[in-house]
C-alpha cells in the first residue's frame, strides 16, 4: 500500500466512548501531522509530530490525545468527545521538518467522525 | 501571525474556458505558498508550492499559479477547465523563518464547480 493511509474511515460514537484513530504512511517521511476538517470551517492544525516527537500542539483539548509510536504511525485517541467534535479528521505527513526544507504534507483520505 | 484570504466561496466555469482561484495571504517576511485540491471523501492533494525565483509556478494537472508579492497574491489559474477539475480548492501560506517549522495556514477553501 502507498501513500498515508486512515482507518477508520467513518466512525459514529457515543460521548462516553473511546476510541482511536489510526493513521499509517508509506512515504518514508519524519514529520506527521492530525487536522481537524468542519464544514465551513478553514482546515485547522491540531498536533504535529517530528521524528516522534511533539512538535506543536495547538491548543486541543485534552480529550483528544495524539501518540505516534514509531515514524510510520499516528493515532488520534478519543473520550468523552462533545457533538461539535464531529468533523473530518485528516491526517498528513511530510519529509522531516528539522532539515529546513520546503516540503509539500501528503494527506490521508480521513476519517469522518460522527458524535452523538 | 499567517492567514490566508480566498474570497470567493464557489467559482462556477464552463469547461473549456480559463478557471481563476483567487488567494491572498498575509505573513510576516517571505512566504511560502502552496495549492492543495480535495476531490469528494478524499485528502488534499497537493498541486503546487512556491519557493522563491520565477513567480509563474506550474503543477499538476495544468495548474499554474501566479505569486504577486505587491498584492500578496497567489491566483490558480488554469487555461482551459476540465469537468474534473470540479472540487474543493485549498490555498495555503507558511513562512519562510525555519522556526515557523512546516506548520501551514489554510484558506476558508473555494469550491469550484466546472460545467459541460
Known amino acids: 500500500e502507498t501513500g498515508v493511509t486512515q482507518t477508520p474511515r467513518h466512525l459514529v460514537m457515543g460521548m462516553t466512548n473511546k476510541k482511536s484513530l489510526k493513521c499509517e504512511q508509506h512515504?518514508?517521511?519524519?514529520?506527521m501531522y492530525w487536522y481537524k476538517q468542519s464544514a465551513k470551517k478553514p482546515l485547522e492544525l491540531m498536533f504535529v509530530?517530528?521524528?516522534?516527537?511533539?512538535?506543536e500542539n495547538n491548543s486541543v483539548p485534552s480529550r483528544f490525545s495524539p501518540e505516534c509510536p514509531n515514524s510510520s504511525h499516528l493515532f488520534l485517541h478519543l473520550h468523552t468527545l462533545q457533538p461539535e467534535d464531529s468533523a473530518l479528521y485528516l491526517c498528513?505527513?511530510?519529509?522531516?521538518?528539522?532539515?529546513?526544507?520546503?516540503?509539500?504534507?501528503?494527506f490521508g483520505p480521513g476519517t469522518r467522525l460522527t458524535v452523538l | 501571525a499567517q492567514s490566508v484570504a480566498q474570497p470567493e466561496d464557489q467559482v462556477n466555469v464552463a469547461e473549456g474556458n480559463p478557471l481563476t482561484v483567487k488567494c491572498t495571504y498575509s505573513?510576516?517576511?517571505?512566504?511560502?505558498l502552496f495549492w492543495y485540491v480535495q476531490y469528494p471523501n478524499r485528502g488534499l492533494q497537493f498541486l503546487l508550492k512556491?519557493?522563491?525565483?520565477?513567480?509563474l509556478v506550474k503543477g499538476s494537472y495544468g495548474f499554474e499559479a501566479e505569486f504577486n508579492k505587491s498584492q500578496t497574491s497567489f491566483h490558480l489559474k488554469k487555461p482551459s477547465a476540465l469537468v474534473s477539475d470540479s472540487a474543493l480548492y485549498f490555498c495555503?501560506?507558511?513562512?519562510?523563518?525555519?522556526?515557523?517549522?512546516?506548520?501551514?495556514?489554510f484558506g476558508g477553501g473555494t469550491r469550484v464547480l466546472v460545467k459541460p
Open positions: 498528513a505527513s511530510s519529509q522531516d521538518l528539522a532539515s529546513g526544507g520546503v516540503y509539500e504534507q501528503f
Open positions: 505573513v510576516s517576511g517571505n512566504p511560502y
Open positions: 512556491y519557493i522563491t525565483g520565477d513567480n
Open positions: 509530530y517530528s521524528l516522534e516527537e511533539r512538535v
Open positions: 495555503a501560506v507558511r513562512p519562510i523563518l525555519k522556526a515557523a517549522g512546516n506548520k501551514l495556514t
Open positions: 512515504l518514508g517521511h519524519n514529520a
